[in-house]
């Protein structure tokens, strides 16, 4: 990392004998980070389930415009991005540091081989600083704590949570996590989310026998959500125009095409 101050720590290990979501969105978006076990498994399942890749770029792209917009409408300058995956073009700091050079960015993830490329490539600005922190999104207390050392939780922070959700199989244990992490951060904050829905009006009707396939032959295990179910993540939060929608159409062109993924900004009040 740049300026942040996380300890080195032993080489990491990555299992490679085991496709791993980390890497598989990395060839679902076109990258090179990824092993042969991957690139099998993803490609069995975007066979299944053609969207999906479709699905991977949207969420990039939403990812790029809700980080805009938050730094360049709401003055946003500190980002929690948990479940951040493998360093890509245009990571959150990069998006938020070219609106704001002094942005501050911690990306949280569990991945061996996502710690190996974040501490080498995810390097930011020298007006700002970026971190990152080794923990799984079920532990949003050491989350909280680790993100303390280079954001001022006193001050507004974006809680960006993208396709993250849908590896906590039990939805009560979901929605605490969102609670805890949006109870730790003061009014202004944000949280953005992502997640894949079976609704077969976005077009998720496929997505069960994908994952089915998924949960088989890779990990971590991973589930899909209705509308209702995700929103439900908002509670307690002012949702930003348009809403809960699909993440390919927040705040994107009107003809863009819909993919079964939400997407949604809401605001702490």
């Not at 948990?82 to 360093?87: D, K, T």
Request: negative net charge; aromatic residues 6%; contains cysteine.
């Amino acid at each position: 990392m740049s300026e942040g101050d996380s300890p080195a720590t032993g080489p990491a290990r990555p299992n490679t004998s085991v496709a791993h979501n980390a890497r598989v969105w990395n060839h679902w978006i076109g990258g090179k980070d990824n092993y042969e076990v991957d690139r099998r498994v993803g490609d069995r399942v975007a066979g299944m389930f053609p969207v999906i890749r479709a699905v991977a770029r949207a969420d990039r792209d939403f990812l790029g415009r809700a980080v805009r917009f938050l730094a360049a409408e709401r003055g946003i300058r500190q980002f929690l991005d948990i479940g951040s995956g493998l360093p890509t073009g245009d990571n959150t700091h990069e998006i938020a540091q070219r609106v704001a050079p002094g942005s501050r960015t911690v990306y949280v993830d569990n991945d061996p081989i996502v710690l190996v490329h974040a501490r080498s490539l995810l390097t930011g600005s020298p007006e700002g600083v970026t971190d990152y922190i080794d923990a799984d999104v079920r532990e949003p207390d050491e989350i909280v704590r680790g993100a303390a050392r280079t954001l001022d939780l006193d001050r507004p922070v974006a809680v960006l949570m993208l396709g993250i959700l849908n590896f906590v199989l039990d939805t009560g244990e979901a929605r605490d996590i969102v609670r805890r992490l949006m109870a730790a951060v003061p009014s202004g904050s944000h949280l953005v989310l992502t997640h894949p829905t079976f609704d077969a009006e976005v077009g998720g009707a496929g997505n069960r026998a994908a994952m089915e396939f998924w949960n088989a032959n890779a990990t971590p295990p991973i589930t899909a959500r209705g509308r209702p179910e995700i929103a439900a993540f908002l509670d307690g939060l002012e949702p930003v125009e348009p809403g809960l929608v699909p993440c390919s159409r927040w705040r994107a062109e009107p003809d863009a095409d819909v993919v079964p993924q939400y997407g949604a900004v809401a605001v702490k009040p």
